[in-house]
């Protein structure tokens, strides 16, 4: 067993969106104009659960709705889920969730995410070595939407594990 701490950060994105990934120089320009539909695909399960929708899999079902639409893009998954145990969600609760996916578009395998609601503050707790001036700093300033832009990071190691192992590119 090695000591391992994992910091949540908000993920840096392009100018459309598109979270930056050394994944990305892979796209063509035909690709590269099709992948903020990733982004989009969350802003639309953001959206529903910000005019009150809690059903898992109606919010599942606003991404899966405009990714299907782009015959380019095959969905490996969107999920819904606890983002402490990774557990599938049926309900939101009033605590959020961890909404992820992935997709392939042409041979790249683009990942994204984000929290709904307060969960953040959830894995932010599960970490005591996280400095509570990290949580502030976040809570403040350009992050004050930052309950909803804190991505990726950790959902990127555990999906490295838990879905293939494939690499860290």
Do not use: H
Not at 13 to 30: C, I, K, Q, T, V
Not at 69 to 75: L, N
Not at 93 to 99: H, K, M, N, P, T
Not at 101 to 126: K, N, P, T
């Amino acid at each position: 067993n090695m000591p391992t701490t994992i910091v949540v950060v908000p993920t840096v994105r392009e100018p459309d969106g598109l979270a930056m990934s050394s994944r990305n120089s892979y796209l063509n320009s035909e690709e590269r104009a099709i992948a903020p539909m990733v982004y989009q695909a969350l802003l639309a399960v953001q959206a529903g659960y910000q005019a009150g929708e809690r059903d898992a899999t109606l919010l599942r079902g606003a991404a899966l709705t405009l990714l299907e639409r782009t015959p380019a893009i095959s969905i490996e998954y969107v999920s819904v889920a606890d983002p402490l145990s990774m557990r599938e969600l049926e309900t939101v609760g009033s605590e959020g969730a961890l909404v992820s996916l992935a997709v392939r578009l042409g041979g790249v395998r683009l990942i994204d995410s984000l929290f709904l609601g307060r969960y953040w503050s959830r894995v932010w707790r599960a970490s005591p070595s996280t400095p509570l001036t990290s949580v502030s700093n976040l809570r403040s300033g350009p992050w004050t939407d930052g309950y909803n832009r804190l991505t990726d990071n950790l959902y990127y190691l555990v999906d490295r594990f838990d879905r293939g192992n494939q690499g860290w590119g």
